[in-house]
Nanobody, 133 residues
């Protein structure tokens, strides 16, 4: 069982920046470095959107809607995942969730670690981001 806890959300004005963090605990058999990690967001009344993912090999993918403004990174030593968001827009408002899946499972399924993937099986409770015009 992997527990994920997001933090760093808040209310900001358009054009501002935020760093979201995701702290993982409960990783017992392998380090978080062996996980595919991702960020999703859900705006009110809209479907969930995978915005970024980083694989155990360091490969990164982004949704087209956030390229150039979102940066995903992780610190394996701290079992932490980050999402740096710059030039925030009102349409970035939503709940942001951290997600994870063991990379070995993706390999068994023949899948890749990518933003918007449907394989994540561990989820945090989310952190709210609100961007005002």
């Amino acid at each position: 069982q992997v527990d994920l806890v997001e933090s760093g959300g808040g209310s900001v004005q358009a054009g501002g920046s935020l760093r979201l963090s995701c702290s993982a605990s409960g990783v017992t058999y392998t380090r978080l470095s062996n996980y595919c990690m991702g960020w999703y967001r859900q705006a009110p009344g809209k479907e969930s959107e995978g915005v970024a993912a980083i694989g155990n090999d360091g490969r990164i993918s982004y949704a087209d809607s956030v390229k150039g403004r979102f940066t995903i990174s992780k610190d394996n030593a701290k079992d932490s995942l980050y999402l740096d968001i710059s030039n925030l827009k009102p349409e970035d408002t939503g709940m942001y969730y951290c997600a994870a899946i063991n990379a070995d499972i993706l390999i068994l399924r023949g899948r890749e670690c990518r933003s918007g993937g449907n394989d994540f099986n561990y989820w945090g409770r989310g952190t709210q981001v609100t961007v005002s015009p």
